[in-house]
Nanobody
Framework: QVQLVESGGDLVQPGGSLRVSCAAS????????MSWYRRAPGKECESVAS????????NYVESVKGRFTISRDNAKNIVYLQMNSLKPEDTAVYYC?????????WGQGTQVTVSS
């Protein structure tokens, strides 16, 4: 079965950096677009970034452009989100997701807190 397991969330100071990871299993990872979403306290879930199956096409929400980078390692079945110049408004639970056989799958999330 499809499994997505996020890791790497932490408490970081404003201006700092953090990389979160998502390990995937149960499907042919290299064939599917992967995405990162986040849910901040009191807010709706927001799409943050996505990456095509080969890694050649990436998309970002405007608020993270130039600060976040999504990447993937198809040999290891892992998708990453490198987050730089973090701001308090980036505080959220970060989830990775994929659509496999018309079903959206989500991991359990990893908490990122940006605070001094």
């Amino acid at each position: 079965q499809v499994q997505l397991v996020e890791s790497g969330g932490d408490l970081v100071q404003p201006g700092g950096s953090l990389r979160v990871s998502c390990a995937a299993s149960g499907f042919t990872f290299s064939r599917y677009t992967m995405s990162w979403y986040r849910r901040a306290p009191g807010k709706e879930c927001e799409s943050v970034a996505s990456i095509s199956s080969s890694g050649g096409i990436t998309n970002y929400v405007e608020s993270v452009k130039g600060r976040f980078t999504i990447s993937r390692d198809n040999a290891k079945n892992i998708v990453y989100l490198q987050m730089n110049s973090l701001k308090p408004e980036d505080t959220a639970v970060y989830y990775c997701s994929t659509n496999y056989n018309t079903i959206n799958y989500w991991g359990q999330g990893t908490q990122v807190t940006v605070s001094s």
